[in-house]
Protein backbone atom coordinates (compact mmCIF):
# COMPACT_ATOMS: atom_id res chain seq x y z
CA UNK A 1 0.00 0.00 0.00
CA UNK A 2 3.12 2.50 0.76
CA UNK A 3 4.02 1.93 -2.58
CA UNK A 4 0.43 2.51 -4.55
CA UNK A 5 0.62 6.14 -2.52
CA UNK A 6 3.66 6.91 -3.73
CA UNK A 7 1.90 6.62 -7.33
CA UNK A 8 -0.98 8.38 -6.35
CA UNK A 9 1.00 11.39 -5.35
CA UNK A 10 2.74 10.92 -8.61
CA UNK A 11 0.14 10.95 -11.09
CA UNK A 12 -2.31 13.40 -9.62
CA UNK A 13 -2.64 15.60 -12.94
CA UNK A 14 -1.71 19.54 -12.75
CA UNK A 15 -5.23 20.15 -13.72
CA UNK A 16 -6.36 19.17 -10.45
CA UNK A 17 -3.67 22.09 -9.13
CA UNK A 18 -3.03 26.16 -9.36
CA UNK A 19 -0.16 27.28 -10.10
CA UNK A 20 1.47 29.45 -7.25
CA UNK A 21 0.42 32.82 -8.77
CA UNK A 22 -3.19 32.09 -9.01
CA UNK A 23 -5.36 31.57 -5.28
CA UNK A 24 -8.10 29.86 -4.68
CA UNK A 25 -11.45 30.92 -3.87
CA UNK A 26 -13.54 29.90 -1.06
CA UNK A 27 -17.25 29.49 -1.14
CA UNK A 28 -18.13 32.93 0.94
CA UNK A 29 -15.67 34.78 -1.78
CA UNK A 30 -17.80 33.08 -4.80
CA UNK A 31 -20.86 34.23 -2.93
CA UNK A 32 -19.93 37.10 -2.48
CA UNK A 33 -18.52 38.17 -6.27
CA UNK A 34 -21.51 36.71 -7.34
CA UNK A 35 -24.05 38.99 -6.12
CA UNK A 36 -21.86 41.71 -6.82
CA UNK A 37 -21.80 40.58 -11.07
CA UNK A 38 -25.01 39.43 -10.95
CA UNK A 39 -27.33 40.43 -13.62
CA UNK A 40 -30.52 39.38 -12.64
CA UNK A 41 -29.45 41.03 -8.74
CA UNK A 42 -28.52 44.65 -10.68
CA UNK A 43 -31.77 44.72 -12.41
CA UNK A 44 -33.59 43.98 -8.95
CA UNK A 45 -31.81 46.91 -7.23
CA UNK A 46 -32.79 49.09 -10.25
CA UNK A 47 -36.44 48.16 -9.57
CA UNK A 48 -35.98 48.78 -6.26
CA UNK A 49 -34.28 52.24 -6.94
CA UNK A 50 -37.39 53.18 -9.69
CA UNK A 51 -39.83 52.60 -6.58
CA UNK A 52 -37.92 54.88 -3.62
CA UNK A 53 -39.32 57.28 -6.45
CA UNK A 54 -42.86 56.39 -6.70
CA UNK A 55 -42.71 56.86 -2.85
CA UNK A 56 -40.72 60.17 -2.53
CA UNK A 57 -43.81 61.36 -5.60
CA UNK A 58 -46.43 59.86 -3.34
CA UNK A 59 -45.02 61.88 -0.36
CA UNK A 60 -44.44 64.73 -1.75
CA UNK A 61 -48.29 64.85 -3.29
CA UNK A 62 -48.85 66.44 0.14
CA UNK A 63 -46.89 69.55 -0.95
CA UNK A 64 -48.74 72.92 -3.10
CA UNK A 65 -47.78 72.89 -6.51
CA UNK A 66 -46.85 76.33 -7.89
CA UNK A 67 -47.42 77.30 -11.71
CA UNK A 68 -46.57 80.54 -13.37
CA UNK A 69 -48.31 81.24 -16.70
CA UNK A 70 -47.43 84.12 -19.09
CA UNK A 71 -50.01 84.51 -22.67
CA UNK A 72 -49.57 87.10 -25.33
CA UNK A 73 -52.09 87.39 -27.53
CA UNK A 74 -52.86 89.69 -30.88
CA UNK A 75 -55.99 90.63 -32.38
CA UNK A 76 -56.79 91.98 -35.71
CA UNK A 77 -59.74 93.48 -37.18
CA UNK A 78 -62.86 94.57 -35.43
CA UNK A 79 -62.71 94.12 -31.73
CA UNK A 80 -63.35 95.73 -28.44
CA UNK A 81 -61.59 98.94 -27.68
CA UNK A 82 -61.52 100.37 -24.05
CA UNK A 83 -64.67 102.36 -24.49
CA UNK A 84 -66.41 99.46 -24.85
CA UNK A 85 -67.56 99.93 -28.29
CA UNK A 86 -66.05 97.22 -31.37
CA UNK A 87 -64.09 99.11 -34.02
CA UNK A 88 -61.48 98.45 -36.07
CA UNK A 89 -58.06 97.70 -34.83
CA UNK A 90 -55.06 95.79 -33.96
CA UNK A 91 -54.84 95.09 -30.05
CA UNK A 92 -52.53 93.23 -27.93
CA UNK A 93 -52.41 91.12 -24.66
CA UNK A 94 -50.38 90.14 -22.20
CA UNK A 95 -51.24 88.52 -18.87
CA UNK A 96 -49.03 86.81 -16.20
CA UNK A 97 -50.71 84.07 -13.70
CA UNK A 98 -48.74 82.61 -10.80
CA UNK A 99 -51.02 79.89 -9.31
CA UNK A 100 -50.31 77.30 -6.42
CA UNK A 101 -52.87 74.68 -4.88
CA UNK A 102 -52.73 72.50 -1.65
CA UNK A 103 -54.56 69.30 -1.53
CA UNK A 104 -57.22 69.79 1.53
CA UNK A 105 -58.95 66.47 1.76
CA UNK A 106 -58.71 64.24 -0.85
CA UNK A 107 -60.47 60.93 0.23
CA UNK A 108 -57.66 59.72 2.52
CA UNK A 109 -55.91 58.63 -0.87
CA UNK A 110 -52.84 60.68 -0.20
CA UNK A 111 -51.99 58.78 3.00
CA UNK A 112 -52.98 55.65 1.92
CA UNK A 113 -50.99 55.80 -1.31
CA UNK A 114 -47.92 56.47 0.51
CA UNK A 115 -48.50 53.34 2.70
CA UNK A 116 -49.05 51.57 -0.42
CA UNK A 117 -45.85 52.68 -1.96
CA UNK A 118 -43.75 52.14 1.05
CA UNK A 119 -44.78 48.49 1.95
CA UNK A 120 -44.44 47.83 -2.62
CA UNK A 121 -40.52 49.73 -1.85
CA UNK A 122 -40.19 47.05 1.06
CA UNK A 123 -41.21 43.95 -0.68
CA UNK A 124 -38.83 45.09 -3.62
CA UNK A 125 -35.90 44.66 -1.09
CA UNK A 126 -37.13 41.16 0.08
CA UNK A 127 -36.93 40.55 -3.83
CA UNK A 128 -33.35 41.60 -3.85
CA UNK A 129 -32.79 39.77 -0.78
CA UNK A 130 -34.37 36.64 -2.57
CA UNK A 131 -32.73 36.77 -5.66
CA UNK A 132 -29.39 37.07 -3.61
CA UNK A 133 -30.34 33.82 -2.09
CA UNK A 134 -31.01 32.27 -5.13
CA UNK A 135 -27.30 33.26 -6.57
CA UNK A 136 -26.02 31.85 -2.96
CA UNK A 137 -27.61 28.42 -3.76
CA UNK A 138 -26.41 28.06 -7.43
CA UNK A 139 -22.92 28.85 -6.20
CA UNK A 140 -22.91 26.20 -3.63
CA UNK A 141 -24.55 24.08 -5.84
CA UNK A 142 -21.93 24.55 -8.53
CA UNK A 143 -18.93 24.68 -6.15
CA UNK A 144 -19.79 21.37 -4.41
CA UNK A 145 -19.78 19.91 -8.38
CA UNK A 146 -16.49 21.10 -8.56
CA UNK A 147 -15.15 19.58 -5.30
CA UNK A 148 -16.79 16.56 -6.51
CA UNK A 149 -15.79 16.22 -9.89
CA UNK A 150 -12.45 17.18 -9.06
CA UNK A 151 -12.22 14.12 -6.54
CA UNK A 152 -13.72 11.97 -8.98
CA UNK A 153 -10.92 13.20 -11.70
CA UNK A 154 -8.44 11.88 -8.87
CA UNK A 155 -9.86 8.52 -8.38
CA UNK A 156 -9.58 8.27 -12.12
CA UNK A 157 -6.28 9.04 -12.00
CA UNK A 158 -5.32 6.80 -8.96
CA UNK A 159 -6.96 4.21 -11.11
CA UNK A 160 -4.59 4.78 -14.09
CA UNK A 161 -1.11 4.97 -11.04
CA UNK A 162 -2.26 0.98 -10.52
CA UNK A 163 -2.95 -0.29 -13.93
CA UNK A 164 0.29 1.38 -15.27
CA UNK A 165 2.05 -0.51 -11.84
CA UNK A 166 0.34 -3.82 -13.32
CA UNK A 167 1.73 -3.46 -16.79
CA UNK A 168 4.95 -2.19 -15.33
CA UNK A 169 4.74 -5.92 -13.83
CA UNK A 170 3.25 -8.36 -16.35
CA UNK A 171 5.94 -6.74 -19.24
CA UNK A 172 8.72 -8.04 -16.38
CA UNK A 173 6.67 -11.23 -15.94
CA UNK A 174 6.05 -11.90 -19.83
CA UNK A 175 10.22 -11.54 -19.87
CA UNK A 176 10.71 -13.75 -17.15
CA UNK A 177 8.35 -16.38 -18.88
CA UNK A 178 5.97 -15.90 -16.00
CA UNK A 179 2.63 -14.56 -17.64
CA UNK A 180 1.65 -14.96 -21.43
CA UNK A 181 1.08 -12.23 -23.95
CA UNK A 182 -2.37 -11.89 -23.41
CA UNK A 183 -2.66 -11.42 -19.87
CA UNK A 184 -0.28 -8.30 -20.89
CA UNK A 185 -2.44 -7.28 -23.97
CA UNK A 186 -5.62 -6.93 -21.37
CA UNK A 187 -3.80 -5.06 -19.00
CA UNK A 188 -2.67 -2.75 -21.35
CA UNK A 189 -6.37 -2.61 -22.98
CA UNK A 190 -7.85 -1.96 -18.84
CA UNK A 191 -5.05 1.02 -18.62
CA UNK A 192 -6.38 2.52 -21.99
CA UNK A 193 -9.69 2.28 -20.68
CA UNK A 194 -8.92 4.05 -17.52
CA UNK A 195 -6.99 6.88 -19.27
CA UNK A 196 -10.44 7.39 -21.13
CA UNK A 197 -11.96 7.22 -17.86
CA UNK A 198 -9.82 9.60 -16.79
CA UNK A 199 -10.02 11.87 -19.55
CA UNK A 200 -13.87 12.09 -19.06
CA UNK A 201 -13.45 13.12 -15.49
CA UNK A 202 -10.93 15.58 -16.12
CA UNK A 203 -13.44 16.96 -19.07
CA UNK A 204 -16.32 17.11 -16.44
CA UNK A 205 -14.33 18.76 -13.86
CA UNK A 206 -13.01 21.47 -16.38
CA UNK A 207 -17.15 21.97 -16.91
CA UNK A 208 -17.61 22.77 -13.41
CA UNK A 209 -15.22 24.92 -13.12
CA UNK A 210 -16.36 26.67 -16.68
CA UNK A 211 -20.37 26.59 -14.81
CA UNK A 212 -19.28 28.39 -11.73
CA UNK A 213 -16.99 31.25 -13.27
CA UNK A 214 -19.93 31.83 -15.85
CA UNK A 215 -22.19 31.86 -12.65
CA UNK A 216 -19.06 34.43 -11.27
CA UNK A 217 -19.26 36.33 -14.44
CA UNK A 218 -15.60 35.93 -14.98
CA UNK A 219 -14.11 36.44 -18.29
CA UNK A 220 -12.41 33.01 -18.70
CA UNK A 221 -12.22 29.97 -15.99
CA UNK A 222 -8.13 30.12 -16.38
CA UNK A 223 -6.31 29.35 -13.41
CA UNK A 224 -9.80 29.00 -11.48
CA UNK A 225 -9.50 26.69 -8.14
CA UNK A 226 -11.88 26.39 -5.56
CA UNK A 227 -10.16 25.93 -1.84
CA UNK A 228 -11.34 22.53 -0.53
CA UNK A 229 -13.08 22.22 2.88
CA UNK A 230 -11.50 20.20 5.87
CA UNK A 231 -14.91 17.61 5.79
CA UNK A 232 -13.29 15.90 9.02
CA UNK A 233 -13.68 19.18 10.85
CA UNK A 234 -17.38 19.58 9.68
CA UNK A 235 -20.30 18.78 11.83
CA UNK A 236 -22.46 15.74 10.65
CA UNK A 237 -26.26 14.91 10.77
CA UNK A 238 -26.59 13.43 13.81
CA UNK A 239 -28.35 16.67 15.03
CA UNK A 240 -31.58 16.54 12.77
CA UNK A 241 -32.63 13.66 15.23
CA UNK A 242 -34.65 16.72 17.07
CA UNK A 243 -35.61 18.21 14.55
CA UNK A 244 -38.27 18.14 12.01
CA UNK A 245 -39.25 19.57 8.45
CA UNK A 246 -42.33 21.22 10.43
CA UNK A 247 -39.68 22.75 13.12
CA UNK A 248 -37.71 23.85 9.91
CA UNK A 249 -40.60 25.84 8.31
CA UNK A 250 -41.51 27.29 11.50
CA UNK A 251 -37.81 29.13 11.90
CA UNK A 252 -37.97 29.96 7.82
CA UNK A 253 -41.24 31.83 7.67
CA UNK A 254 -40.11 34.03 10.07
CA UNK A 255 -37.21 35.60 7.69
CA UNK A 256 -37.32 33.94 4.27
CA UNK A 257 -37.72 37.22 2.12
CA UNK A 258 -40.06 35.11 -0.23
CA UNK A 259 -42.28 35.16 2.28
CA UNK A 260 -42.02 38.37 3.67
CA UNK A 261 -41.86 39.68 0.56
CA UNK A 262 -45.39 38.26 -0.34
CA UNK A 263 -46.88 39.24 3.29
CA UNK A 264 -46.04 42.69 2.39
CA UNK A 265 -47.82 43.04 -0.31
CA UNK A 266 -50.86 41.65 0.69
CA UNK A 267 -50.81 44.27 3.32
CA UNK A 268 -50.07 46.42 0.09
CA UNK A 269 -53.66 45.31 -1.49
CA UNK A 270 -55.63 46.27 1.34
CA UNK A 271 -54.42 50.23 1.27
CA UNK A 272 -54.64 49.57 -2.83
CA UNK A 273 -58.40 49.07 -2.03
CA UNK A 274 -58.01 51.85 0.59
CA UNK A 275 -56.78 54.23 -2.59
CA UNK A 276 -59.99 52.93 -5.07
CA UNK A 277 -62.48 53.79 -2.47
CA UNK A 278 -61.18 57.52 -1.83
CA UNK A 279 -63.33 57.90 -5.19
CA UNK A 280 -66.61 57.92 -2.90
CA UNK A 281 -65.55 60.78 -1.45
CA UNK A 282 -65.51 64.85 -2.05
CA UNK A 283 -62.10 66.90 -2.67
CA UNK A 284 -61.31 70.00 -1.11
CA UNK A 285 -58.57 72.24 -2.39
CA UNK A 286 -57.58 75.59 -1.65
CA UNK A 287 -55.97 77.25 -4.29
CA UNK A 288 -54.35 80.81 -4.95
CA UNK A 289 -52.87 83.17 -7.50
CA UNK A 290 -51.71 86.66 -8.16
CA UNK A 291 -51.08 88.22 -11.84
CA UNK A 292 -51.05 91.15 -14.38
CA UNK A 293 -52.18 92.07 -17.58
CA UNK A 294 -50.84 94.43 -20.00
CA UNK A 295 -53.00 95.89 -22.88
CA UNK A 296 -52.53 98.01 -26.14
CA UNK A 297 -54.75 98.94 -29.14
CA UNK A 298 -54.01 100.86 -32.32
CA UNK A 299 -56.44 103.07 -32.16
CA UNK A 300 -55.88 104.46 -28.89
CA UNK A 301 -52.65 105.52 -26.59
CA UNK A 302 -51.71 102.82 -24.32
CA UNK A 303 -50.25 103.04 -20.45
CA UNK A 304 -46.90 101.67 -19.99
CA UNK A 305 -46.25 98.48 -19.54
CA UNK A 306 -45.09 98.97 -15.97
CA UNK A 307 -47.70 101.07 -14.72
CA UNK A 308 -50.11 98.59 -16.42
CA UNK A 309 -48.90 95.94 -14.37
CA UNK A 310 -49.00 97.97 -11.59
CA UNK A 311 -52.46 98.91 -12.04
CA UNK A 312 -53.79 95.40 -13.03
CA UNK A 313 -51.96 93.62 -10.36
CA UNK A 314 -54.80 91.08 -8.91
CA UNK A 315 -54.73 88.63 -6.21
CA UNK A 316 -56.91 85.27 -5.65
CA UNK A 317 -57.70 82.84 -3.11
CA UNK A 318 -60.21 80.04 -3.12
CA UNK A 319 -61.43 76.69 -2.11
CA UNK A 320 -62.67 74.02 -4.35
CA UNK A 321 -65.70 71.05 -3.14
CA UNK A 322 -65.59 68.20 -5.27
CA UNK A 323 -68.26 65.82 -4.58
CA UNK A 324 -68.90 62.98 -6.64
CA UNK A 325 -72.63 61.96 -7.51
CA UNK A 326 -72.22 59.59 -10.56
CA UNK A 327 -69.37 58.25 -11.93
CA UNK A 328 -70.70 55.86 -14.36
CA UNK A 329 -69.46 52.77 -11.32
CA UNK A 330 -66.10 53.40 -12.23
CA UNK A 331 -65.19 53.80 -8.73
CA UNK A 332 -67.07 50.66 -7.47
CA UNK A 333 -65.67 48.19 -10.17
CA UNK A 334 -61.99 50.11 -9.30
CA UNK A 335 -62.62 48.87 -5.66
CA UNK A 336 -63.94 45.49 -6.74
CA UNK A 337 -61.01 45.03 -9.08
CA UNK A 338 -58.29 45.82 -5.69
CA UNK A 339 -60.49 43.62 -3.70
CA UNK A 340 -59.83 40.84 -6.21
CA UNK A 341 -56.09 41.47 -6.45
CA UNK A 342 -56.12 41.29 -2.82
CA UNK A 343 -57.66 37.44 -3.12
CA UNK A 344 -55.17 36.66 -5.88
CA UNK A 345 -52.09 37.61 -3.35
CA UNK A 346 -53.44 35.37 -0.34
CA UNK A 347 -53.26 32.95 -3.05
CA UNK A 348 -49.97 33.93 -4.23
CA UNK A 349 -48.86 34.05 -0.27
CA UNK A 350 -50.34 30.50 0.14
CA UNK A 351 -48.30 29.07 -2.67
CA UNK A 352 -44.74 30.40 -1.51
CA UNK A 353 -45.52 29.17 1.70
CA UNK A 354 -46.56 25.58 0.09
CA UNK A 355 -43.27 25.70 -1.73
CA UNK A 356 -40.82 26.82 1.08
CA UNK A 357 -42.73 23.66 3.15
CA UNK A 358 -41.58 21.49 -0.21
CA UNK A 359 -38.32 22.79 -0.42
CA UNK A 360 -37.77 22.05 3.34
CA UNK A 361 -38.93 18.72 3.14
CA UNK A 362 -36.79 18.08 0.20
CA UNK A 363 -33.17 18.88 1.36
CA UNK A 364 -34.24 17.62 5.02
CA UNK A 365 -34.95 14.19 3.36
CA UNK A 366 -31.75 14.88 0.77
CA UNK A 367 -30.24 15.26 3.74
CA UNK A 368 -30.74 12.48 5.84
CA UNK A 369 -30.73 10.38 3.00
CA UNK A 370 -27.09 12.06 1.92
CA UNK A 371 -25.65 10.98 5.66
CA UNK A 372 -27.13 7.07 5.40
CA UNK A 373 -25.38 6.62 1.84
CA UNK A 374 -22.45 8.25 3.56
CA UNK A 375 -22.39 5.80 6.06
CA UNK A 376 -22.77 2.66 4.34
CA UNK A 377 -20.05 4.42 1.62
CA UNK A 378 -17.77 4.36 3.91
CA UNK A 379 -18.23 1.02 5.50
CA UNK A 380 -18.07 -0.13 1.46
CA UNK A 381 -15.03 1.88 0.81
CA UNK A 382 -13.39 0.06 4.06
CA UNK A 383 -14.59 -3.30 3.30
CA UNK A 384 -13.80 -3.32 -0.59
CA UNK A 385 -10.25 -1.77 0.05
CA UNK A 386 -9.77 -4.93 2.19
CA UNK A 387 -10.62 -6.98 -0.16
CA UNK A 388 -8.78 -5.22 -2.46
CA UNK A 389 -5.41 -5.57 -0.55
CA UNK A 390 -5.94 -9.06 -0.15
CA UNK A 391 -6.75 -9.83 -3.89
CA UNK A 392 -3.50 -7.71 -4.75
CA UNK A 393 -1.56 -9.94 -2.09
CA UNK A 394 -2.77 -13.26 -4.12
CA UNK A 395 -2.03 -12.00 -7.63
CA UNK A 396 1.22 -11.10 -6.36
CA UNK A 397 1.63 -14.23 -5.54
CA UNK A 398 0.40 -16.44 -8.26
CA UNK A 399 -2.65 -17.08 -6.73
CA UNK A 400 -4.98 -15.08 -8.38
CA UNK A 401 -5.88 -13.93 -12.24
CA UNK A 402 -5.31 -10.63 -13.68
CA UNK A 403 -9.15 -10.47 -14.21
CA UNK A 404 -9.71 -11.23 -10.83
CA UNK A 405 -7.32 -8.48 -9.58
CA UNK A 406 -9.11 -5.94 -11.84
CA UNK A 407 -12.40 -6.66 -10.59
CA UNK A 408 -11.16 -6.41 -6.86
CA UNK A 409 -9.46 -3.01 -8.10
CA UNK A 410 -12.63 -1.62 -10.03
CA UNK A 411 -14.81 -2.75 -7.16
CA UNK A 412 -12.70 -0.50 -4.74
CA UNK A 413 -12.45 2.02 -6.56
CA UNK A 414 -16.41 2.23 -7.21
CA UNK A 415 -16.79 2.33 -3.84
CA UNK A 416 -14.34 5.08 -3.32
CA UNK A 417 -16.54 7.12 -5.76
CA UNK A 418 -19.30 6.60 -4.77
CA UNK A 419 -18.36 7.49 -1.29
CA UNK A 420 -17.22 10.95 -2.42
CA UNK A 421 -20.52 11.48 -4.12
CA UNK A 422 -22.31 10.72 -0.95
CA UNK A 423 -20.20 12.92 1.15
CA UNK A 424 -20.41 15.91 -1.08
CA UNK A 425 -23.94 15.43 -1.56
CA UNK A 426 -24.35 15.44 2.46
CA UNK A 427 -22.35 18.62 2.60
CA UNK A 428 -24.69 20.36 0.26
CA UNK A 429 -27.55 19.39 1.65
CA UNK A 430 -26.77 19.95 5.26
CA UNK A 431 -25.30 23.16 4.39
CA UNK A 432 -28.65 23.76 2.53
CA UNK A 433 -31.01 23.00 5.35
CA UNK A 434 -28.79 25.21 7.65
CA UNK A 435 -29.09 27.59 5.30
CA UNK A 436 -32.97 27.18 5.52
CA UNK A 437 -32.61 28.00 9.18
CA UNK A 438 -31.41 31.13 8.56
CA UNK A 439 -27.56 30.71 8.86
CA UNK A 440 -24.93 31.54 6.47
CA UNK A 441 -25.17 29.02 3.53
CA UNK A 442 -21.08 27.97 3.98
CA UNK A 443 -18.38 25.07 4.07
Known amino acids: M ?125 DLEKAKNDVRMQVAQAYVQILYDQEIAAVAHRQIAIDSMQVVRL ?16 QVATLASSRLTATQADNKYHMSILALTQLLELPTPEGFAVVTPNLESLGALENLGSSTPDDVYAEALTFKPEIRSEQLRLQSSEHSINVAKAGYYPKLNFSAGIGSNYYTSSAYDSDPFGKQLKNNFNQSIGLNLSIPIFSRFQVRNKVRSARADRLNQELKLESAKKTLYKEIQQVYYNALNARSKELSSQEAVQSSEDAFKLMQAKYENGKATITEFNEAKNKYLKAESDFVQARYERLYQSALLDFYRGRELDF
Open 2 to 126: KRLSILVMLALPALLETTADNRKWTLRECEDYAIANNITIKQREVAREKQTYSLSTARNSRLPNLSATVNEAFSFGRGLTEDNIYDNTNTTNTSLQLQTGVPLFTGFEIPENIKLNRLNLEALTE
Open 171 to 186: TAFVDNGKASVSELSQ
